[in-house]
């Protein structure tokens, strides 16, 4: 069991935006494969956390991404910092990720 942690960065189109009209509510991949995807973000702002939890090795990033329902279409990538494949157990409660020393939001 893995959790994954995705930061999608948004040019063009704001997290709310992109929640309401670009995100499949019932991605694919939500199955037993696919445990839960949890999504944080400022509904005004350019930047959504997505932490995927699998009860499988999570796949790549842009590969998790579509099977979770974030499409990658133009103006969003994946922040290339991800943290991927967070090994876990559904009864630990202490996860917390530290941030990235070198990344700063703008």
Known sequence: MSLQIL????????????LTWC?????????PALRSVRVNADPLGDTI??????????????AAAAA????????????PLAVTGVPHSHGD???????D???QPR
Request: hydrophobic share 40%.
């Open 101 to 103: 020393a070198a990344w």
């Open 93 to 99: 409660q202490s996860f917390a990720r530290q941030p």
């Open 23 to 31: 995100r499949d509510p019932d991605p694919p991949a939500l199955d």
């Open 49 to 62: 956390t997505a932490i995927l939890d699998w009860d499988q090795p999570a796949p790549g990033p842009a």
């Open 7 to 18: 930061t999608l960065k948004l040019d063009g189109i704001t997290a709310g935006d992109y």
């Open 68 to 79: 979770a329902g974030l499409p990658l279409s133009q103006g969003v990538q994946i922040h």
